[in-house]
């Protein structure tokens, strides 16, 4: 296992090849868990994508056998106590606040701002998901436009076990239908992609070794239509989701979110619950009858 603080591999690759840019999460190691470090290099390589015109479409995978595990809330690299650029949103910075002055004000910048700023990115932006897709990794995958799949990825939101409804991009509803989200939180199990394609989540399965040539395939025939009504229809379709409320809803349920976390910090050791990533894992895979 590599040690992050002693190598210089980039945690996100940036490649632009016939008009796709691809940007892709590279901590395999951790199953792509995001960290602020993770966050920040995606917004650089968005930026230089959305900058230079020879890029029509952007492609967001993951390095390894995992698409995303969710945020870091256990490897080395773990970097929540930082300081770290503010893009999304004009906040102070959470360190050396406490409480839900901390969390707020760090939740608003890396996981619901920065969600919705690359939500905003004006050129089309494809997901290719493999293997696990949990928690803040649906948090990526889902302010993409839309999803490629492998028959071997999963989807996942467990964090109702530690009492908190929901990632803080709070999509589901809007996703999924209403009622497969509620099954999909209150059993914080694994929906695959066959159920993902079939509730919309998900726009196309595939077999795993045809993943990449699907992806690129679909990115081509995008590519070939105008940027500018490329964008403005990426904005038609996300103003339209806005006003059936996913935006409004968002900004309730991530009071709802910090209620949580704050209860969770009142009454148990910490705001998570005292559930780290090891206790998450073991959780998760026992749900999903590997242990
Ligand atoms: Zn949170």
């Keep these: ?38 966050t920040y290099a995606l917004d650089r390589a968005f930026t230089d994508a959305v900058d230079d015109d020879a890029v029509k479409v952007i492609v967001l995978g993951g390095n390894g056998k995992h698409f995303c595990g969710g945020h870091d809330i256990g490897t080395p690299g773990r970097d929540i106590h930082e300081s770290f650029e503010r893009k999304a949103v004009i906040w102070w910075d959470h360190v050396g606040a406490q409480g839900v002055d901390a969390r707020f004000a760090r939740e608003s910048e890396v996981y619901l701002g920065m969600c919705r700023r690359w939500r905003e990115i004006p050129k089309p932006v494809i997901a290719k998901v493999q293997g696990a897709c949990v928690a803040g990794g649906l948090m990526l995958a889902w302010v993409c436009d839309f999803i490629i799949a492998s028959d071997d990825a999963f989807f996942q939101d467990p964090v109702v076990k530690m009492g908190i409804p929901g990632v803080e991009y709070f999509a589901h509803p809007w996703v999924m239908n209403p009622r497969a989200a509620k099954e999909f939180l209150y059993t914080g199990g694994r929906f695959d992609a066959r159920r993902a394609h079939e509730l919309g989540m998900v ?57 949580a976390h704050s209860h969770n910090a009142e009454v148990t050791v910490d705001s998570l619950a005292g559930l780290d990533a090891a206790a998450m894992a073991e959780s998760n895979k026992r749900d999903a009858g590997e242990l």
């Design 1 to 38: 296992m590599s040690d992050e603080t002693t190598t210089t591999e980039p945690v996100v690759t940036y490649d632009v090849r016939d008009g796709i840019a691809y940007v892709t999460l590279n901590r395999p190691e951790y199953a792509n868990a995001q960290n602020s470090k993770v």
């Design 203 to 259: 726009n196309h399965v595939v077999p795993r070794p045809d993943l990449d040539a699907a992806v690129d395939e679909m990115a081509r025939r995008i590519a070939a239509m105008p940027r500018l009504g490329l964008a403005l229809t990426k904005k038609a379709i996300n103003q339209a989701e806005d006003l059936m409320g996913q935006r409004a809803g968002m900004d309730s349920v991530f009071g709802l979110h910090h209620a």
